[in-house]
């Protein structure tokens, strides 16, 4: 697994890269992948219009909206999706994964996090699984360092093995990230994997003081219940295939709206704007990304 990532962060480069070069040393391939995979893990920083994409020779897709203070790497596995009966088994409501079943695939997805950690920044991070959630057949575990400036990985796991993994960490302009208004949510949005067929959506994020649930209203499957727990959230979906050109054009991930479900009981609408720190201009402003094959 370690060999597939070193070689999806080899081949970032979307231009044809000669036989003799060494990407992982040169200092203009070092500054193209850290410009094309630069990405914000919660809106915290100034935005732009760049999306990083990586394609595969299946057509698999992962896209995460972005700036430039942050390092991502996504890693997509053959048969990522395991067919239509795995994405019927899907549900709207997560279910608790067994104790034995979570600890496995949080250890693997930490595993997976150190090692992107150390491929990107050269440095061990103090990763800790925050959200771990089962939907059908596929278990997602959500791991981040719990910092100011925040390193999150996530996992999708099924038949205890990682089918996508891919997040983000702070570069060197990263700024602290600020806090989330009670009551409220704070999230990035538009991380997608996606073939010819399907794709699936994941959005993870931070919620406010006073914040025991949350529901995202979704394009593809209506009301999507999130897993919320020690202060973040996690979920995702399935949806209609998507294409680099049809992400470009929206930058709100397939989400409609976001509800937050308070201690109390009650409920509060969040807009995307104040979920993902962005105006409504830079909401409806199409965005510019390049691709990148992964074989």
Not at 95 to 104: F, G, P
Not at 127 to 135: H, I, L, M, S, Y
Not at 169 to 188: I, K, N, Y
Not at 243 to 257: D, H, P, Q
Request: hydrophobic residues 40%.
């Amino acid at each position: 697994m370690n060999d597939i990532l070193d070689h999806t962060l080899r081949d970032l480069d979307p231009a044809v890269t000669p036989a003799d070069l060494d990407t992982s040393t040169d200092l203009k391939a070092r500054s193209l992948l850290a410009r094309v995979v630069a990405a914000d893990p919660m809106g915290a920083h100034a935005p732009t219009t760049s999306s990083p994409r990586v394609l595969t020779a299946r057509r698999l897709t992962m896209v995460s909206g972005g700036v430039a203070a942050g390092i991502a790497a996504a890693l997509l596995l053959p048969g990522v999706f395991g067919g239509g009966t795995a994405m019927a088994a899907w549900t709207a409501t997560p279910h608790t994964v067994s104790s034995d079943r979570a600890a496995e695939a949080q250890e693997k997805c930490l595993d997976k996090a150190q090692d992107t950690a150390g491929r990107t920044t050269g440095r061990k991070l103090d990763f800790r699984p925050v959200v771990t959630e089962g939907r059908g057949p596929w278990t997602l575990v959500y791991v981040n360092d719990d910092s100011s400036h925040l390193a999150e990985i996530r996992c999708l796991l099924r038949d205890g093995d990682i089918a996508a993994a891919g997040g983000t960490t702070p570069g060197p302009d990263a700024q602290p990230l600020s806090p989330v208004p009670a009551g409220s949510a704070r999230a990035a949005l538009g991380s997608v994997v996606s073939s010819s067929e399907e794709s699936m959506r994941i959005v993870t994020g931070r919620v406010g003081a006073g914040v025991v649930g949350l529901e995202l209203s979704t394009e593809a499957k209506g009301s999507v219940t999130a897993t919320v727990t020690g202060g973040y959230f996690a979920a995702w979906w399935p949806d209609a295939p998507t294409t680099e050109e049809r992400e470009n054009a929206s930058r709100r991930g397939g989400v409609t709206g976001v509800t937050t479900i308070l201690q109390d009981g009650s409920r509060r609408s969040v807009s995307l704007e104040e979920l993902t720190g962005r105006t409504s201009a830079q909401l409806n402003t199409p965005a510019t990304g390049g691709s990148v094959k992964l074989d």
